[in-house]
T-cell receptor, first 110, second 113 residues
Framework: TQLLEQSPQFLSIQEGENLTVYCNSS?????LQWYRQEPGEGPVLLVT?????EVKKLKRLTFQFGDARKDSSLHITAAQPGDTGLYLC??????????FGKGTSLLVTP | NAGVTQTPKFQVLKTGQSMTLQCAQD?????MSWYRQDPGMGLRLIHY???????DQGEVPNGYNVSRSTTEDFPLRLLSAAPSQTSVYFC????????????FGEGSWLTVV
């Protein structure tokens, strides 16, 4: 199993603050995906990054894939309470199995 | 659209009992999979299927069986439940593999006492 380490594990911030979540591995992935999961629901795909150095933006969320395709980051600008949830990164190495990180639990308070 | 439908939503089993978690998708996806999610462990792959009649093991397959007789359905069977199988189970599907958008069901909460 190729391990994906996410940091921080927990994050509690106030509305309007910026934050960055990290996803690191010693393994190379053909692609890396970020999900958000809310309590009582399944994960929902936010973005897939494929090319080393790739940057994708989704409104206030910015995703970056490392040049060596071993790590990724998620930056949220001006966080809102609606951003609260569990953020998961997942790496694809085989085409048929995702290796998930343990997740970053984010709480944004008004 | 129904997407990925899992049943039951909640289940309590006694140790040694058997049960089947049902998963159905209506998107004509070839790829389906089962994950379990435990506190502090993230999601771990149990079994997956790349098409009807084809299944393969994931990271944590012991204690679970699967079959894929149709494109739409991918049931997960626990033959003799153990407390270690207490978890939240998610079924997921995608068009051909994990390189495509993966859609997850809402989860099945299983407690083995």
């Amino acid at each position: 199993t190729q391990l994906l380490e996410q940091s921080p594990q927990f994050l509690s911030i106030q509305e309007g603050e910026n934050l960055t979540v990290y996803c690191n591995s010693s393994s190379v992935f053909s692609s890396l995906q970020w999900y958000r999961q809310e309590p009582g629901e399944g994960p929902v795909l936010l973005v897939t990054v494929v090319t080393g150095g790739e940057v994708k933006k989704l409104k206030r969320l910015t995703f970056q894939f490392g040049d060596a395709r071993k790590d990724s980051s998620l930056h949220i600008t001006a966080a809102q309470p609606g951003d609260t949830g569990l953020y998961l990164c997942a790496g694809d190495s085989s085409g048929y199995a995702l290796n998930f990180g343990k997740g970053t639990s984010l709480l944004v308070t008004p | 659209n129904a997407g990925v439908t899992q049943t039951p939503k909640f289940q309590v089993l006694k140790t040694g009992q058997s049960m089947t978690l049902q998963c159905a998708q209506d998107m004509n996806h070839e790829y389906m999979s089962w994950y379990r999610q435990d506190p502090g462990m993230g999601l771990r792959l149990i079994h997956y299927s790349v098409g009807a009649g084809i299944t393969d093991q994931g990271e944590v397959p012991n204690g679970y069986n699967v079959s894929r007789s149709t494109t739409e359905d991918f049931p997960l069977r626990l033959l003799s439940a153990a407390p270690s199988q207490t978890s939240v189970y998610f079924c997921a599907s995608s068009l051909t593999g994990v390189g495509n958008t993966i859609y997850f069901g809402e989860g099945s909460w299983l407690t083995v006492v």
